[in-house]
Every structure is written in C-alpha cells, then in structure tokens.
C-alpha cells in the first residue's frame, strides 16, 4: 500500500519561503511521476507542479519561477520550495503519486498560511 505523508507547512509572512517534504512508502518511488497539488478554502483542488522519473517538470502559471519541485529517489522523498510567498498562496498542499497515468495516490495534506 502507497502511503505519502507531507511535513514542513506552517505559517510564514508575505515574501516568505517554505520547503515542503513528502515521504513515499509503499512501492518502487523513482519510477513514478510525483506532484504537489493545493486548495484553498472555497476553491477547487489544483494541481501546483509535477516531477517525472526522468525529473522533466511541470509548473501552474501562477507559480513558476517561485516554486521548485525535486525528488530524491534514494530517500523516497519529493520536495517543494517555496519562496516569494504570497498570501495567495495559503492553502493545503498535498502530495500525490500517478499510477497508470492517473494521480491515485495523496497524503493528507498540509496546510500553508501566508500572511499579509
């Protein structure tokens, strides 16, 4: 069984950086595509950038060139950086694994707070 749990959201003022982590157990991590999806209260779950096995990546308009995703396959671990944090920004972030080219497995999320 695929489990992904996230760490490192918190609270961080406007301007701000945050690193996400995301541990994977359960199955062969480096041959998967990795991805962070976010939603924000009253807003549908989007998907916030991606990873290949190959580490091609993929970014949402609204956050390129302030966010960056990469993977250590040794530790099993997905990651994303966070900087130039705007209050935009908050919501709770999720980890999520494709399988069969579909994004089947999510952590629980964790929640990011930017303040203005």
């Known amino acids: 069984q695929v489990q992904l749990l996230e760490s490192g959201g918190g609270l961080v003022q406007a301007g701000g950086s945050l690193r996400l982590s995301c541990a994977a157990s359960g199955r062969a991590f480096s041959t998967y595509t990795m991805g962070w999806f976010r939603q924000a209260p009253g807003k549908e779950r989007e998907i916030v950038t991606s990873?290949?096995?190959?580490?091609?990546?993929y970014y949402a308009d609204s956050v390129k060139g302030r966010f960056t995703i990469s993977r250590d396959n040794a530790k099993n671990t997905v990651y994303l950086q966070m900087n130039s944090l705007k209050p935009e920004d908050t919501a709770v972030y999720y980890c999520?694994?494709?399988?069969?080219?579909?994004?089947?497995?999510w952590g629980k999320g964790s929640l990011v707070t930017v303040s203005s």
């Open positions: 990873i290949t096995w190959k580490s091609s990546t």
């Open positions: 999520a694994e494709q399988s069969g080219g579909a994004w089947k497995y």
